[in-house]
């Protein structure tokens, strides 16, 4: 997958990403761009999640929406 792919891939996911964790802000979600590891922690701060509960969301959502990272 080029850059370009990744970017539209991500353009695709960041609603769905916002429907499921809405606590996101728009700040946040650029800081993430497409970065699950970014992706996590920002859900660990904003819903106060500890590592591995934020992990398995991350997981079970991917499971059911097959993003590119």
Same mark, same amino acid.
């Given at each position: 997958? $080029?850059? =370009? @792919?990744?970017?539209? $891939?991500?353009? *695709? ?10 606590? %996101?802000? =728009? =700040? #946040?979600? @650029? ?5 699950? #590891? @970014? %992706?996590?922690?920002?859900? @660990?701060?904003?819903?106060?999640? *500890?590592? =591995?509960?934020? *992990?398995? *969301?991350?997981? #079970?959502?991917?499971?059911? $929406?097959?993003?590119?990272?």
């Amino acid at each position: 997958m $080029n850059k =370009d @792919q990744a970017s539209g $891939n991500w353009k *695709e996911f960041k609603g769905k990403v916002k429907e499921k964790w809405g606590k %996101l802000t =728009d =700040d #946040d979600m @650029q800081i993430i761009n497409g970065k699950r #590891d @970014q %992706l996590i922690g920002k859900i @660990q701060a904003r819903y106060g999640y *500890e590592k =591995d509960r934020a *992990e398995k *969301e991350v997981s #079970d959502w991917e499971r059911s $929406n097959k993003p590119h990272w």
